[in-house]
């Protein structure tokens, strides 16, 4: 991959016609340090945060050789980029020949589960294995998460104890739990409190448990977003293990996919066209964008104008825009609003920060774009959970009233909002 100090200096060397996906290895690796030397336990990589072989290469180097695979093509990547990493394959729901396949090519151990079904299919496609590691995914009531992870998978309470028992029968190896408190987790006190019903089910089953394992869900910062430290979700998560009846050998695992990646990309995207608030780009909700079209987070931006050593960063004067992107689509819409110079027009570069996590993973050849190209920079992200930058993204006025509104409705209505307030 081409590496330039900054994107102005890519700008300045060969304007891109298309859009281009800015990495930056150095911030993977100090987010890959901050997890080794701050959570106590093992860090496995959710690779669907991210998917692109730099990040996998960049953990391996940094000493994350552990991966939260979902698929085959993810085990195939990561065999592929990380050879001899040890693989947990935590989608709940799998088919025969992918358990038969991670299991007997890849030697993939650690299944996760959530009914007695796939309990089931987990012991017959490994031909009655005994040295499985087998992980109930517990569905966990969880406060202060931008997307819940808990709809779909996870076994209700008043069903976990039999299926606990039932996995700790079905295995001479190692028996965990999991659960995923939900993506963007804003509430460090969350994985506590998850933690406290897990411990509910294994004393209601009467069974010892090897493994604890907490899921992703650790934060990244976004405009109107900015969560609290993350050394205090690893202190909730150290209180909540205090309080669990494990043994002394009972392993503590975690799952960051966002965490780990959101800060080291961005994306270099042209203007393409100026209409009144609408600025139309090279890239889009099929592109790198869903998030800004799907949950409508108005990620963090910066401009960039001109050619050749003429070309430079534009500030001034603020207006608030929507981006479209370059599909016929009318899905294909980013409300933002994102707050670039008043002046902005036809021609000029925009970085689009914070994309690293959920960003070039969702990428889409439709309607015949999204085939961005990547290189490397080195500059700071445009916001750090890890000190690289700092922990605001700086907004004009009006957006700080807008800032108050997304906090607002990512809060959880109810009983549980209330309480919260009064504190
Ligand atoms: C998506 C996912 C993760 C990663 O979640 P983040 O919110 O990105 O940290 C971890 N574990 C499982 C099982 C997942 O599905």
Redesign the pocket.
């Known amino acids: 991959m081409h590496t330039y100090h900054t994107p102005l200096d890519l700008v300045r060397e060969r304007s891109p016609e298309r859009p281009v996906a800015l990495a930056r290895p150095d911030v993977v690796a100090t987010a890959a340090r901050w997890f080794q030397d701050k959570f106590q336990g093992d860090v496995f990589y959710?690779v669907?945060?991210n998917p692109s072989p730099w990040v996998i290469e960049t953990l391996v180097k940094s000493g994350v050789n552990s991966f939260?695979v979902?698929s085959i093509p993810e085990i195939e990547l990561v065999a592929a980029h990380a050879p001899g990493a040890r693989m947990a394959f935590?989608h709940p729901v799998k088919s025969r020949r992918a358990i038969a396949d991670a299991y007997g090519r890849y030697g993939v151990r650690t299944f996760a589960l959530d009914t007695h079904e796939e309990l089931q299919k987990i012991l017959e496609a490994t031909g009655g294995a005994t040295d499985l590691t087998l992980i109930v995914r517990l569905a966990v009531q969880a406060e202060g998460a931008s997307y819940s992870?808990s709809g779909k998978f996870g076994v209700a309470s008043h069903e976990a104890p039999a299926l606990l028992l039932a996995a700790r029968r079905a295995t001479t190896g190692k028996m965990g739990v999991s659960f995923?408190v939900g993506?963007?987790c804003m509430r460090p006190t969350a994985y506590q409190a998850a933690m406290a019903q897990a411990q509910r089910a294994i004393v209601r089953a009467g069974v010892m448990v090897d493994i604890v394992d907490v899921?992703?869900?650790?934060p990244s910062i976004y405009p109107g977003m900015v969560p609290p430290d993350m050394g205090d979700y690893v202190d909730s998560i150290q209180r909540g293990f205090a309080e669990m009846s494990v043994h002394e050998e009972t392993e503590l695992w975690c799952?960051?996919?966002?965490?780990l990646v959101a800060e080291a990309s961005s994306i270099l995207t042209k203007v393409e066209l100026k209409k009144a608030d609408a600025l139309y780009l090279n890239d889009g909700s099929y592109g790198s964008l869903f998030d800004a079209a799907h949950v409508k987070w108005p990620f963090p931006v910066k401009l960039y104008r001109g050619e050749g050593a003429d070309a430079h960063e534009v500030d001034g004067p603020l207006k608030p825009f929507r981006f479209y992107g370059p599909t016929c689509d009318s899905l294909d819409h980013m409300p933002g609003p994102f707050w670039l110079p008043e002046d902005i027009q036809e021609g000029d570069y925009i970085e689009i920060g914070m994309l690293g996590?959920y960003g070039v993973a969702m990428n889409t050849r439709f309607n015949g774009f999204g085939d961005a190209e990547t290189v490397v920079v080195d500059d700071a992200p445009m916001a750090s959970m890890f000190g690289l930058a700092g922990r605001s993204i700086r907004l004009p006025r009006e957006e700080q009233a807008e800032e108050r509104k997304v906090v607002r409705l990512s809060r959880p209505k109810g009983a549980a909002g209330k309480k919260r307030r009064k504190r």
Do not use: I, V, Y
């Open positions: 959710a669907k945060a939260d979902a935590m992870l995923h993506s963007q899921g992703g869900g650790f799952e960051p996919g966002r965490a996590a």
